[in-house]
């Protein structure tokens, strides 16, 4: 009988210590960090790193060489095509200003002599008139006309820097080829001119751009070449206008790959569509975020809950007593942070944090 006062009390601390520890476990289960489903978004995407540029540049060079003696433009001006952006006179020494006043002697010295001629002032104008015609004299005077109208002509550019012509003003003013914006101007005033030729491009006057039509130029990483495709929208994020998200779509992706730190990676090109209140200006650096798939008003989960096992995934759930149970669900397109739930689960849902042990 004395064991019996013994056994009893012992046999119920032990059912009050089991009772305990399973209530705890419960406890401890039900208090565990969950995540909830929810209806939300799932965007794939992937991501080029380049610089937004202008679509074309456009160097001015002179045809003739000479001193820039004067620039009508500066830096940041819009221009349109045909005008002016700079004065480039050729090096007039007395040497050639004496060469063009007897070349200008000379033309002159022939028309008087295409006159004698034409107006038979001499015996031989009437021997030349006989064999070759009146209308060859009169043509022979046009011509040295012409030549000294030309010599004239020539001597008034050099000395003023402008002529008229047959109703046509020349000069030596160097005129935009195309609309757009000064870039660049490299050589300022009193800087030598070297003009372009078959052997090189000269001397840069201006740098012209058009700034209203910008784009992305930059590279993507050879696993997400595969997926994209021209017409995908990107969202560019510029190093120098923090919290600006400036829009894309992608225009052009290359045909072969470059090496770069180690990596394959491929040109990309994405036309820029900036809004009206931001300023982009030509080199700034850029990440965009390249749409590939997108998901709306899916079931979603975050992906941390979730785990991949044999190309099947699985969460863990409360069961009806609380405990942890491991329940199979199927997902759809994930972005390594959220994932869509297909099937397996519904909204509003709690699914348990995963611990690993």
């Known amino acids: 009988m004395k064991h019996l006062f013994w056994i009893v009390p012992l046999l119920a601390a032990i059912t009050v210590v089991a009772v305990y520890l399973d209530s705890g476990g419960s406890s401890s289960t039900a208090e565990s960090s969950s995540a909830r489903v929810e209806r939300g978004t799932v965007v794939r995407r992937a991501t080029a790193v380049g610089r937004i540029e202008v679509y074309y540049e456009v160097p001015v060079t002179a045809s003739q060489g000479g001193i820039l003696s004067r620039l009508f433009v500066e830096l940041g001006q819009k221009v349109a095509e045909g005008e002016p952006l700079a004065e480039v006179r050729p090096i007039l020494t007395e040497r050639g200003l004496i060469t063009a006043e007897r070349a200008l002697k000379q033309a002159r010295i022939g028309e008087?002599?295409?006159?004698?001629?034409?107006?038979?002032?001499?015996?031989?104008?009437?021997?030349?008139?006989?064999?070759?015609?009146?209308?060859?004299?009169?043509?022979?005077?046009?011509?040295?006309?012409?030549?000294?109208?030309?010599?004239?002509?020539?001597?008034?550019?050099?000395?003023?820097?402008?002529?008229?012509?047959?109703?046509?003003?020349l000069d030596f003013i160097l005129r935009a080829p195309t609309a757009g914006h000064?870039?660049?101007?490299?050589?300022?005033?009193?800087?030598?001119?070297?003009?372009?030729?078959?052997?090189?491009?000269?001397?840069?006057?201006?740098?012209?751009?058009?700034?209203?039509?910008?784009?992305?130029?930059?590279?993507?990483?050879?696993?997400?070449?595969?997926?994209?495709?021209?017409?995908?929208?990107?969202?560019?994020?510029?190093?120098?206008?923090?919290?600006?998200?400036?829009?894309?779509?992608?225009?052009?992706?290359?045909?072969k790959a470059m090496e770069r730190n180690n990596a394959v990676v491929f040109g990309i090109r994405i036309d820029v569509t900036p809004p009206e209140e931001v300023k982009l200006r030509s080199g700034y650096s850029a990440v965009a975020d390249i749409e590939i798939e997108r998901r709306d008003d899916v079931l979603v989960l975050p992906e941390r809950v979730v785990e991949f096992r044999a190309g099947k995934a699985y969460v863990e759930v409360l069961d009806g007593r609380g405990r942890r149970t491991e329940k199979e669900i199927e997902t759809g397109l994930g972005d390594g942070m959220t994932v869509e739930v297909v099937s397996g689960l519904s909204e509003g849902d709690e699914v348990l944090e995963r611990i690993y042990e």
């Open 112 to 169: 008087e002599s295409a006159l004698e001629y034409k107006d038979y002032k001499h015996l031989a104008s009437f021997f030349t008139g006989l064999f070759l015609g009146a209308k060859n004299l009169e043509r022979m005077y046009e011509g040295a006309s012409l030549a000294r109208q030309q010599a004239e002509e020539q001597m008034e550019l050099l000395k003023t820097g402008s002529a008229e012509i047959e109703g046509r003003k």
């Open 182 to 255: 000064v870039l660049d101007i490299p050589n300022w005033e009193g800087s030598p001119v070297v003009p372009s030729s078959s052997y090189g491009s000269g001397t840069i006057i201006a740098v012209l751009a058009d700034m209203d039509r910008m784009v992305f130029r930059g590279t993507v990483d050879e696993i997400d070449v595969g997926k994209l495709e021209e017409g995908l929208t990107a969202n560019l994020r510029v190093g120098a206008l923090p919290g600006v998200t400036v829009a894309g779509k992608v225009a052009a992706i290359d045909l």
